[in-house]
């Protein structure tokens, strides 16, 4: 049986029983998370760190000792070179000036041309001083809290409030598992890095409320039905699309990730991850939990007020 045939059957699995062992999980994985974000941090890419960053190749492999003595001679702080590739002709130099501002940064660019020579390509050349870092990695968080808000927000008035507290809960797991993964294997945060995790934080909702809507639609359908099976029957349902969505995306991100270059790595790689925690908070998280709650009391409840029931 191949795996399409699989995942495009109807599925009868016990994804309830796992749920326990599903919580221990997650919140290891968010103490870890916080954990590597307080004490090791983010490795900021230029856009907020500030400093000049020079991509070059070469027509042959590159002795990376070699180019580091022959920079000490630049005037430079925090010299950082990253082999990229994998011929070993291609390489990566981050680096700050003493002193920080254009002229300087310019200087040292020109320095490092000169010094290397001109039997390497330079492919790309970035200057980016430290106040505008400061203001782009402001308006980067600023820009991202307005986006959780609005999520949030959202799910607040779409969903009764125990299906919004499972929603919000997932994709605080979600965002802060993704960041301290990107911590802990020192990726680029940069502003492309923060587009990533807005993306995610979209997938994961879209996910959430996926599920959401037909374990909603299952309460109407089946008012007798233990709230454990109906939940498990819930995910079953449309846990074809949650599997067939989340490959289609994941191997895009993955051919994104190999082919992609440096540049693009930390963005495929965070949609790599993003997919598969968004897939797994949104029914190990967001929806187990629900068991938790007495759904249907919330649906006497509104009878009480309106006879004829809710209408969506």
């Not at 200087?107 to 000169?114: D, P, Q, S, Y």
């Not at 010094?115 to 203001?135: A, W």
């Not at 919000?168 to 990533?196: K, N, Q, R």
Request: aromatic share 10%; charged share 20%.
């Amino acid at each position: 049986m191949t795996l399409l045939s699989w995942v495009t059957k109807d599925t009868n699995i016990d994804f309830m029983k796992f749920r326990k062992a599903g919580y221990v999980l997650s919140i290891a994985m968010v103490v870890l998370s916080v954990a590597c974000i307080v004490f090791k941090g983010f490795n900021y890419g230029i856009d907020f760190s500030g400093g000049i960053l020079i991509e070059l190749k070469s027509p042959e492999k590159i002795d990376m000792e070699e180019v580091r003595k022959q920079l000490e001679n630049v005037d430079l702080d925090d010299v950082n070179l990253q082999s990229i590739g994998e011929a070993g002709d291609e390489m990566m130099i981050r680096a700050q000036t003493k002193v920080e501002d254009e002229k300087a940064q310019m200087a040292a660019v020109n320095a490092i041309k000169e010094i290397l020579g001109t039997e390497y390509e330079y492919r790309r050349v970035e200057l980016v001083g430290p106040q505008v870092g400061g203001e782009l990695k402001k308006a980067g968080t600023i820009a991202s809290i307005i986006a959780v808000l609005a999520i949030s927000l959202y799910i607040w008035f779409r969903f009764e409030w125990q299906f919004a507290l499972g929603a919000m809960i997932g994709l605080i797991h979600d965002l802060v598992t993704t960041l301290g993964l990107l911590s802990l294997l020192g990726f680029d945060f940069s502003l492309t890095t923060v587009a990533a995790i807005l993306t995610l934080a979209g997938y994961s909702v879209n996910d959430t409320v996926v599920n959401y809507d037909r374990i909603r639609e299952n309460l109407r359908k089946y008012k007798k039905m233990p709230q454990y099976d109906l939940l498990n029957k819930s995910i079953n349902d449309i846990f074809s699309r949650t599997i067939l969505t989340g490959l289609t995306t994941l191997f895009a991100s993955i051919a994104l990730f190999i082919f992609g270059g440096d540049t693009l790595r930390s963005f495929s790689f965070t949609i790599m991850w993003g997919v598969i925690v968004g897939t797994y908070s949104s029914i190990y998280v967001s929806s187990t939990m629900l068991n938790l709650f007495n759904l249907r009391a919330n649906q006497d409840k509104d009878k009480a007020v309106n006879p004829f029931g809710n209408i969506d």
